[in-house]
């Protein structure tokens, strides 16, 4: 059996799977300051394939292991979904607490499609903007106020061809688990699309976005690509303020860099497997 318990951050995903799958962090960081596009498709490749293997080993349980028929902790269950993908059988489960979905399935393809249909759920606009940003085409449902980002990935992005090599290249069980991220997302887009005043996030309807019935459009996996791709830069490259926290640290020292980067925030919730509750830290 196989186990994908995704917390409340987005794809393949604290920020995958979309981001992509809802909670994980990227690893890998490019050069600073400047894209290098020396050599991008072994570079990429290997960070793509190191992400979807840090999701499957982060949010999985080892094959084989005994069915589970709730969450893994005591908690009061919300809902039960049952999901079909290729003929495999996905179970996604979502805590009373906070909402938080365990997907369940025998097959790693399935486990996937459970992760990227529970995201969509949660995060489908979330999960678009990220997937313009990617691409290029913020502007399209932003205005002209995001162009300079839309110009930024356009001069520095990978081409088309570039992203087609680069998948040929991975492993097959990665390709597996993001062909099968995008098909979970697209299958709520279906939904969505059915039933959009239920289903579909406000801000479809509130940015801009084309009312259309094919809109928002399926996921592809370079979609799926573009975002990695995206957050690798957005953590790697430019975000997550690594190296101003270095440069604190180095600049006044440990115990000042502890008063101004806390390492436990008391007021925010976590889970403490031992009790198997969600309480604030101590």
Not at 117 to 137: H, I, K, P
Request: aromatic fraction near 10%; glycine fraction near 8%.
């Amino acid at each position: 059996m196989l186990r994908d318990d995704l917390d409340d951050t987005p794809g393949l995903t604290n920020d995958v799977c979309a981001g992509l799958c809802e909670g994980v962090v990227m690893p890998g960081r490019r050069t600073v300051g400047r894209w290098d596009r020396s050599g991008p498709r072994v570079r990429v490749v290997r960070v793509i394939a190191i992400v979807a293997t840090v999701v499957a080993i982060a949010t999985t349980a080892a094959l084989g292991a005994p069915a589970v028929a709730a969450p893994p902790h005591a908690v009061e269950v919300a809902s039960d979904v049952s999901l079909e993908y290729r003929g495999e059988q996905v179970r996604l489960v979502r805590t009373a607490d906070f909402g938080i979905p365990h997907v369940y399935a025998d097959d790693l393809g399935a486990l996937f499609y459970g992760s990227g249909y529970a995201t969509a759920q949660d995060r489908l606009w979330q999960a678009e903007v990220f997937r313009r940003s990617g691409a290029g085409t913020l502007a399209e449902v932003l205005g002209p106020g995001a162009l300079p980002a839309d110009r930024a990935v356009r001069r520095d992005d990978y081409t088309d061809t570039e992203y087609a090599a680069m998948w040929e290249a991975l492993p097959a069980d990665v390709r597996t688990m993001l062909s099968s991220y995008a098909d979970g997302i697209n299958a709520y887009i279906v939904e969505a699309r059915a039933e959009p005043f239920a289903k579909m996030p406000i801000e479809f309807f509130s940015s801009g976005f084309p009312q259309r019935p094919d809109f928002p459009a399926e996921w592809t996996v370079q979609d799926v690509l573009r975002s990695i791709v995206f957050f690798v830069r957005r953590f790697g490259e430019t975000g997550g303020a690594d190296i101003v926290n270095a440069d604190l640290l180095q600049s006044f020292g440990p115990d000042v860099f502890a008063d101004l980067r806390w390492r436990d925030d008391p007021d925010a919730y976590a889970t403490n497997p031992a009790a198997g509750s969600a309480r604030p830290c101590s």
